[in-house]
């Protein structure tokens, strides 16, 4: 099984890119994840030519599964998420495809809006969208240095969206936390 990641946030270092890869650490044995990092560089979406950066990430997706997406709060999502969503609807690449999808936010409504409104892009592109919507302190350290969720909570709200996307056990890792 193949999944592909995609965060919806233009900073590497971002919670929601720390998000993907610790959801993506999740995933059971046996899987393989590919964290998509063109985000940046797809254009918005004009009838025509396809451009190099949307080619890339429509096989990525075509080839796929299916996505893990992490999404920020805001009722809005970013413009460079709207192109991307807008080049994979275009290209029939969400078609049938399952979505995992986990929104981050410090207020419950921030990650419920833009849950809501990924959800409504999603199946309008004929996606199955599956997800959760985390509620998660930014001034609190929730990652530890290998980059795993330390809250066990947290790490058992994201299993709960990776085991919807992925039904098969995940096994709990060797070390305590």
């Given at each position: 099984?193949?999944?592909?990641?995609?965060?919806a946030?233009?900073?590497?270092?971002?919670?929601?890119?720390?998000?993907?890869?610790?959801?993506?650490?999740?995933?059971?044995?046996?899987?393989?994840?590919?964290?998509?990092?063109?985000?940046?560089?797809?254009?918005?979406?004009?009838?025509?030519?396809?451009?190099?950066?949307?080619i890339e990430?429509?096989?990525?997706?075509?080839g796929?599964?299916?996505?893990?997406l992490t999404?920020p709060?805001?009722?809005?999502?970013?413009?460079?998420?709207?192109?991307?969503?807008?080049?994979?609807?275009?290209?029939?690449?969400?078609?049938?495809?399952?979505?995992?999808v986990?929104?981050?936010?410090?207020?419950?409504?921030?990650a419920?809006?833009?849950?809501?409104?990924?959800?409504?892009?999603?199946?309008?592109?004929?996606?199955?969208?599956?997800?959760?919507?985390?509620?998660?302190?930014p001034?609190?350290?929730?990652?530890?240095?290998?980059?795993?969720?330390?809250a066990?909570?947290l790490?058992?709200?994201v299993?709960?969206?990776?085991?919807?996307?992925?039904?098969?056990?995940?096994?709990?890792?060797?070390?305590?936390?």
């Open positions: 099984m193949r999944i592909i990641g995609i965060a946030s233009l900073h590497s270092g971002s919670f929601i890119t720390k998000l993907l890869d610790a959801a993506g650490a999740e995933l059971p044995p046996g899987v393989e994840f590919t964290r998509w990092t063109g985000f940046a560089n797809v254009p918005p979406f004009v009838a025509g030519p396809v451009p190099d950066p949307a990430l429509l096989q990525l997706v075509h796929a599964d299916g996505l893990l999404a709060e805001h009722s809005l999502l970013p413009v460079e998420l709207g192109h991307t969503l807008r080049w994979m609807s275009a290209g029939g690449a969400l078609t049938g495809k399952h979505v995992a986990m929104s981050a936010s410090v207020r419950a409504c921030g419920m809006w833009a849950q809501a409104e990924l959800f409504k892009q999603l199946i309008h592109a004929g996606a199955v969208a599956m997800g959760a919507e985390l509620v998660i302190s001034v609190c350290p929730h990652f530890d240095d290998q980059g795993r969720l330390t066990r909570y790490r058992d709200q299993r709960a969206v990776v085991r919807q996307l992925c039904p098969a056990p995940v096994r709990e890792p060797a070390f305590s936390a």
